[in-house]
């Protein structure tokens, strides 16, 4: 059982941790692929049950597709299973380490969903409330889960959705055209193949956006008009603008050791939990009892 200063600690005074603090409290693999395993870092609510039907989040870490650590979400997945949800923070191949494709890590992503999904009475989590997160190509791995139809693994059980209930995305790659990011590691008739701005269309689940008005990665000209577009097409999607931003700013300085600054990582959290909570996916925040 953690104490009530415990909780108030990783909610409140994140700076007085670093990333390696928040452990997670089990790993699980989802998908064994070519001699790898990729796992799920899995952090539970307090007396989480299997009995239990929470709604659960996976986080997918930026990197380019080509690196990257489950541990950039570690304390935003903490924060989350102390409001009731199971979250993970889930691997995925990239091609530093496994001489993948954007193509493989789309892949990854759905499998990581549809895995959830799939094993949902044996984690206690409601299979009807599942939300795709991320950061950066992550946040372009989770807008895939949630606009991309196919590319899903071979020999999957396709039966069950990879499809998540939400997204929650922080300056994530939505266009993988020159006008975005990443257009070189596509062949030119793949330039919008997994391009979330070029699969727009009514239905989608409801999105949250976090972006800087400073990125010079991913511009800030991709978040409005995919916002445009799922408002167009009749969907849910708010955009949270950060002025003066640039590209990473959502991260805490718990995993961003260089950052001394947490009152932006802060204000992301506020606002990417107030979309949660609009969705009746979050329980009520834990305060410290008084001696």
Known sequence: MKSLLLVFASLLIPTLATADNFSPDETMTYKSIDGVELKLHCFQPDGHQASDHSPAI????????????????????RTLADRGMVAFSADYRVKSRNKTTPFECVKDGKSAIRWVRQHASELGIDPDRIVAAGGSAGGHVAACTGVIQGHDEPGEDL???????????????????????GHARFAKDQKTEISPCHHVRAGIVPTYLAHGTADTTVPFENAERFTRLMREAGNRCELSS??????????????????KDDSIFQKVQETSLQFLESLGYLTKAQTPVAN
Do not use: C, I
């Open 58 to 77: 996976v986080f997918f870490f930026g990197g380019g597709w080509n690196g990257g650590s489950p541990k950039q979400f570690y304390q935003q997945a």
């Open 159 to 181: 039966s069950v959705s990879s499809v998540p209930n939400a997204m929650v995305l922080f300056n994530p790659v939505l266009d993988t055209t020159p006008k975005g990011y």
């Open 242 to 259: 950060f002025e003066d931003q640039k590209h990473g700013f959502f991260n805490s300085p718990n995993f961003r050791t260089k950052s």
